[in-house]
């Protein structure tokens, strides 16, 4: 993306450059500093962009709201789970990764509270594509 906007960036300078050099050449000589002006702010906001890009993509940050409560009602729409006491998202590149509590029955033997768990997990990669990996705890509930 940077090789692109800087491909873009040397187009749009040129062109500029053109109009600035051919201004001035035609009695408009403020036309020159004008045209340099504005690719200076072309440049200053392209390079901007691809810093901010760049910066968020290194940096967890959590989904958005909307995205949180699909993966929320994908979960609790399991009849065994009982409820959630917490759901944590976090984006990394392109990719989510999700730490969830899960509260099942007390009385469930450990074999299907982890058969719960690993429906609830395959559910979550299924629905959500760009779900990279599902962290899930199962807490019991009297």
């Known amino acids: 993306m940077a090789d692109a906007w800087h491909h873009r960036s040397d187009a749009l300078s040129s062109i500029g450059a053109f109009i600035g050099i051919a201004g001035s050449r035609l009695g408009f000589p403020v036309m020159d500093s004008a045209a340099s002006l504005v690719i200076f702010i072309f440049i200053a906001k392209a390079a901007f962009d691809i810093f901010k890009d760049a910066v968020d993509k ?68 299924k629905s959500f594509p760009k779900v990279k990996h599902v962290m899930i705890h199962v807490n019991p509930v009297k």
């Open 58 to 125: 290194m940096v967890d940050h959590s989904c958005d709201e909307h995205t949180e409560k699909e993966i929320y009602d994908c979960v609790i729409a399991h009849s065994d789970v009982l409820g959630i006491d917490m759901l944590q998202s976090r984006i990394f590149g392109n990719k989510i990764y999700i730490d969830l509590e899960i509260e099942v029955c007390a009385d469930y033997t450990l074999e299907k509270a982890h058969d719960i768990a690993e429906e609830v997990h395959k559910d979550i990669e």
